[in-house]
């Protein structure tokens, strides 16, 4: 409502942060079938899965999330798209969608621990569309987690005649985080199991190689983001 927004606008600030992810590779093809057609796939197929639960936001309160990022290209510079994210906040869905154009999705979340091992299951229609596991008994530091360059999202907003699209923007969210504070960083071996499912489907993503997964405990502040590329403005 224009007298009452449903979500403040940023910077929000997050506490009590748990993530996991777990890195493996998967088939090109399955790579290629989600991306725009502004994107070509990475030779390597790197992906990565990440789980997470957030205990306090300022703009969000607490909530989980699940999401699948994948490597990338864009005029020939290296970086990562996020083709969906599935989480159960009801004002950090419009938000992430329309400020950032990141795809997020409702779905039944858990985000919990079972003795060592960390597990984010995500369920959509009865069935668990996405699942990680993962373990964190090594010590490890937040510059050996790999990094993914640019995080790139496709933004767009179709017109209310149905003719074609108001907003259709590059947005590069990688630098949305500012005065984080990493608490706990630890390392070690996951896996990811992904179900069909008739919407939102990443069943074609079985992990053909794994390259091990991080744990981190942190706060953090998340601004806004960067408009790349203005497809409407050429």
């Keep these: 409502p224009a007298y009452s927004p449903y979500y403040p606008m940023p910077p929000a600030r997050y506490r009590d942060v748990r993530i996991q992810q777990v890195f493996f590779r998967a088939e090109l093809s399955a790579i290629d079938r989600i991306l725009p057609e502004c994107f070509e796939p990475s030779e390597n197929g790197l992906c990565v899965a990440t789980g997470l639960s957030v205990g306090w936001c300022s703009s969000y309160g607490a909530f989980l999330e699940s999401a699948l990022s994948v490597s990338c290209t864009y005029q020939g510079q290296k970086g990562s798209f996020a083709p969906v994210a599935y989480l159960d906040s009801r004002s950090s869905i419009p938000a992430g969608r329309e400020i950032y154009g990141t795809p997020k999705v409702f779905a039944d ?30 010590e490890a530091d937040p510059e050996e987690i790999p990094d993914e360059g640019p995080s790139w999202r496709l933004k767009v907003i179709p017109k209310a005649t149905g003719d074609g699209v108001d907003v259709m923007q590059l947005i590069d969210g990688s630098n949305v985080v500012s005065d984080a ?30 390259y091990g997964a991080y744990y981190q405990e942190l706060e953090f502040t998340e601004g806004y983001a960067e408009i790349v590329h203005d497809f409407l403005a050429d």
């Design 109 to 138: 979340m858990r985000v919990e621990m079972d003795e060592r091992v960390m597990y984010t299951e995500s369920r959509l229609a009865g069935t668990s569309a996405l699942t990680i596991r993962s373990t964190m008994h090594r």
């Design 181 to 210: 504070r990493v608490h706990v960083c630890r390392s070690g071996d996951g896996v990811v199991e992904f179900n069909p499912v008739p919407t939102f489907d990443l069943s074609g993503f079985k992990p053909l190689e794994y």
